[in-house]
């Protein structure tokens, strides 16, 4: 059986993106402060992470996550489901895509895009990012 879930990066106090967001740091000024427990050196922290990642069988990604994750998520870049199936849930399918990408566009709705990505995972998890 597959499992589906949901994973967001949120502080304390409810925000899940710092003020003025750009194509560059599309979590905002300081957004990343988000994520900072996951670049920590902290042996707990990075167990976590790891055994995370490794549980994933494909990933559900927002276009919006597509556009402003893409810079990060390269074949050979430090973060993201870099060799994970991606699916990204688009009304439009972009023209050109990484080369060697993992990505496929459903442009059907979010229920069509679990469906392929539950085939393609096999009955190991799925996880959705949403920004």
């Known amino acids: 059986m597959t499992i589906v879930t949901l ?3 949120m502080s304390l106090d409810g925000f899940m993106q710092a003020a003025n967001p ?3 740091k599309p979590l905002g000024l300081g957004g990343e402060l988000l994520h900072e427990w996951a670049s920590a050196n902290d042996p707990e922290n990075n167990k976590y992470l ?3 990642i490794d549980s994933i069988g494909a990933v559900i990604a927002g276009r919006r ?3 402003t994750s893409l810079p990060s998520w390269r074949s050979d870049g430090p973060t993201g489901p870099t060799r994970l199936p991606v ?3 688009t009304h439009k399918a972009p023209k050109t895509m990484p080369e060697n990408g993992v990505y496929q566009f459903s442009t059907k709705g979010v229920a069509a895009a679990v469906a392929e990505a539950k085939i393609t995972a096999d009955g190991v998890a799925l996880t959705a990012f949403e920004t």
């Open 50 to 52: 790891a055994d995370a």
């Open 22 to 24: 750009t194509a560059e």
């Open 87 to 89: 699916f990204v849930v």
């Open 7 to 9: 994973t967001m990066s």
């Open 65 to 67: 996550t597509y556009d």
